[in-house]
């Protein structure tokens, strides 16, 4: 049997294996065979990013085996105590939202009072929430000002729902529609200023005429020094999206 053909049995093994699900025993003969004489350097190469890659996958299988077999309170307290992973907060949702009691609120709410959460998380959470339609008045921290206000996934508070906002950004996309990298910074932009003033829009002191004017002036000066740009909403967008 030449080189060629060995390779190719031994491949057509570990497929078999993978399709049986019987990764543990794919990886085993993976590892065993790794540094095989008869298989060549590129060959070789192969069988390590498989081992990755098999390594990878069945990490991932066991965790979400752990976590479909987890009680509500388990996969609660993993949640909150494991930065809040996606993956657990997914899985939590999927399995209990819908039996969630005020206890379980009460645990959740500790997101949204976490000065170290991004508003930008904290916003995402609050649209997976929607998505899984959790209702419940959350006492939301914008620690950008130290203030607290309540908040219902169930409400309007997206971007396109605040009457400023909305605004800047449509009259934005209609300006750079034909300049597809000016649009997306425009975009950058208005979602970073939304982010920053979440829940505390009337905080901003520029009418949506005048911030569409001073984004239009920023992003052009970025491409171009020789525009004008006004140094103190330079130096407040500056502190935004930093």
Known sequence: MSKKDSFKNFHDQIKKLILSEKESEALALLMQEQKNPLFNIEQQNMINTMIIQLTKFIKQKEQSNF??????????????TKCYDLV????LLQKYAKSFN????LKLQTVFLDENISNDLKINFLNIFKSYDLDYDFVFLNSNF?????????SQFQLVDNDL?????QD????FFKETTKENIANQIVNKIYSYYFNHFDEI?????????????????????????DQHFFNWLKKILE
């Not at 005020?102 to 609120?105: K, L, R, S």
């Not at 906002?165 to 950004?169: C, G, L």
């Not at 934005?172 to 300006?175: I, S, V």
Request: no cysteine.
């Open 67 to 80: 976590l479909a077999n987890s009680s509500k309170a388990d996969l609660l307290k993993m949640f909150i």
């Open 88 to 91: 657990i907060l997914d899985t």
């Open 102 to 105: 005020q206890n379980d609120f």
């Open 146 to 154: 130290s203030k607290t206000t309540k908040i219902n996934p169930q």
């Open 165 to 169: 906002m909305r605004k800047v950004s």
């Open 172 to 175: 934005l996309q209609a300006m």
């Open 205 to 229: 002191r520029y009418s949506s005429t005048e911030l569409f004017d001073q984004i239009v002036n920023f992003i052009e000066y970025s491409f171009n020094s020789a525009y004008k740009v």
